[in-house]
Structure formats: structure tokens, C-alpha cells
């Protein structure tokens, strides 16, 4: 048995020395952080399949804020956090793109770990996850997008 995993072990050393790609993929997206403990990225409902989402079922999160494809420009202002749970007032451009008017909306957002959370502004709050680029419609996996 040891010396079949010695084989297997320097079999990975000479992929590695001729150069052969890695099995794993490495996550080269950003770590969680900013004004909520959340990675940054595309966050679709959790009940819609990350590769169908619709625009009204996607949320972004930069670090700064969470918008949707209707606004841009998002800061949010801590009002109130208990634990998880944080009030905030968030401040937006309230269109997509072009000229449009600064909106600003009260929101209640729970961060259940770095890649959920639960979204309420006015009713009951909405959970979103992290859908990780690769598993995204085509024209939501570029760098930009």
C-alpha cells in the first residue's frame, strides 16, 4: 500500500515537471469583505438555476453595495448591525445605464455566510447565493460583467 502511494506520488511530481496543467481549478476571485462579510460576485435567488437567472433573480455585490440590473453606482451606509443582520440605507444611480436620478432605499440584509444572504426592503426578505462565474449564462461570465 505505501508504495502505491509513493507511485501515485511521484507520478504527480513528474506531471508537475513536464509542465501538465492541474487537475483543480484555483480561485483567483476575490476573498469576502467589504461593508457586508460576502464575496464579491454574481448572487442569483435560491431557488433559480445560476444558468437561467433572469435580470429581476441577479444581485451584485461589489464590496460597497448590492445591486440589481436596474441600478449602479450603489453605497451602502450602515445604519444598524446586530450579529448578521445588518439595517442600511442604500444609495444608488437608479438606472442600468444613462442618465438617471440618485434612489436611496432603507434595506435589512442577513449574511448567513460569505456566499448567502437575505435581502428585505419592504414584505419578506428574498435569499440569494453565489454562483461562481463558470456556472453563469454566457454574457454574465465576462471579467466586466
Known sequence: MLSHIRFLSGLAL???AVG???SASVDSSPKPGGVYRLKP???VQK???CAHA???AIRRYDGRAISDA???GCRARVLNRKGD???VMQSCVGAGAGAAKQVSQRQTVTVSDALTFTL???GPGTTYRYCPASMLRENLKGPTK
Do not use: I
Request: zero cysteines; hydrophobic letters at 40%.
Open 120 to 122: 428585505q426592503t419592504r
Open 70 to 72: 436596474h441600478s449602479r
Open 14 to 16: 513528474v506531471a508537475l
Open 54 to 56: 433572469p435580470n429581476a
Open 41 to 43: 460576485g454574481l448572487y
Open 85 to 87: 443582520r445588518y439595517t
Open 47 to 49: 431557488d433559480v438555476a
Open 20 to 22: 501538465m496543467p492541474a
